[in-house]
């Protein structure tokens, strides 16, 4: 009889304690019971980014909260606050301007959301165009008729006033960064179309983080796209400050960023904007590594 009132009692008490965690923290949270079950490998990559968490569920009911944050050097934008509308001249497709010239930046860096028949237009004259996958799968064809299939984790730049379309049958999710190239005498890029996997990891020393760059590292380029990953407990070891801009996108993982004199807590989904100069740094935390693409812009005299 004691035995079965210690298993009654046993079982009470686990139902009772899968029920306060469920309460604590949500199933959407940043410490989702639901997440904690999920095998990690479940996912395709950059699901966080497509569908993140968004705030832990008893800070979603907050009126107006959000972790998205705008100062004179800085920006963090978190998926709460994205706001989709169709694309300037792109069938079919809904666009998110994260970072424009309006910020102070010299480059845009824009969400697109491609469904059924959708269809690019061309940058502006004299405007590059890199363009990141994240779901989904595309076709890239250029004005001589050559076609690609892009899909999740592969890319394509195109140089300024290169005729090229995206199209997409299904849906895509996409990254894509434009800026007005600035032009070197004697030097002119080449289009690339490639995947992260393909890129080799490249020497960093003095610091830890693995890093694949996904364009030439060449003269002709005025920017580069990072990729940097980030087992949990590694870090930045210089505390950078420099000449560059960022625009930079959390594709995995979670952490907490140093932008100038303040500490934000930031996880997969997550873009932030750095200008010239602003003090930055990472660690990453959690339980799995952080992966970050980020734009840098190279190779041209600041003067
Ligand atoms: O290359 C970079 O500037 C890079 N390490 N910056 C960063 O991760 N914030
Ligand atoms: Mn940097």
Redesign the pocket.
């Known amino acids: 009889m004691r035995k079965v009132f210690e298993t009654a009692f046993f079982i009470v008490l686990l139902v009772d304690l899968h029920r306060s965690v469920r309460c604590q923290y949500g199933h959407e949270g940043l410490c989702s019971s639901a997440s904690l079950l999920a095998a990690p490998f479940e996912n395709p990559l950059y699901a966080k980014v497509v569908n993140p968490t968004l705030s832990p569920q008893h800070l979603q009911d907050l009126p107006g909260f959000t972790r998205s944050v705008y100062r004179r050097d800085h920006a963090v934008i978190t998926p709460e606050s994205h706001v989709f509308s169709p694309l300037p001249d792109w069938k079919n497709t809904l666009g998110a301007y994260l970072i424009t010239p309006a910020t102070g930046a010299h480059f845009v860096m824009y969400l697109a959301k491609m469904t059924v028949n959708s269809e690019s237009a061309l940058p502006a004259k004299d405007v590059e165009r890199f363009v990141f996958v994240l779901q989904g799968n595309l076709m890239m064809s250029n004005g001589s008729g050559m076609r690609h299939v892009l899909d999740v984790d592969s890319y394509a730049y195109l140089p300024a006033n290169y005729v090229h379309a995206f199209t997409c049958d299904t849906s895509a999710f996409v990254v894509v960064f434009e800026r007005r190239y600035e032009y070197l005498e004697n030097h002119s890029p080449e289009a690339v179309v490639s995947s992260t996997q393909l890129q080799k990891l490249l020497e960093t020393p003095g610091e830890v983080f693995e890093l694949r760059k996904l364009l030439p590292t060449t003269a002709a380029y005025d920017f580069n796209i990072?990729i940097?990953d980030f087992q949990p407990g590694e870090y930045?070891n210089?505390k950078?400050v420099?000449y560059?801009q960022?625009g930079?996108l959390l594709l995995e993982g979670r952490g907490i960023y140093r932008l100038g004199d303040s500490w934000y807590p930031i996880q997969a989904g997550d873009a932030i904007w750095?200008a010239p100069f602003v003090p930055?740094w990472?660690a990453a935390l959690g339980k799995t590594r952080s992966r970050?693409l980020?734009y840098?812009d190279v190779n041209r005299d600041p003067l």
Do not use: A, F, I
Request: hydrophobic share 40%; no cysteine; proline share 0%.
């Open positions: 990072h940097m930045l210089v950078e420099h560059n960022h930079l750095m930055q990472y970050y980020l840098k």
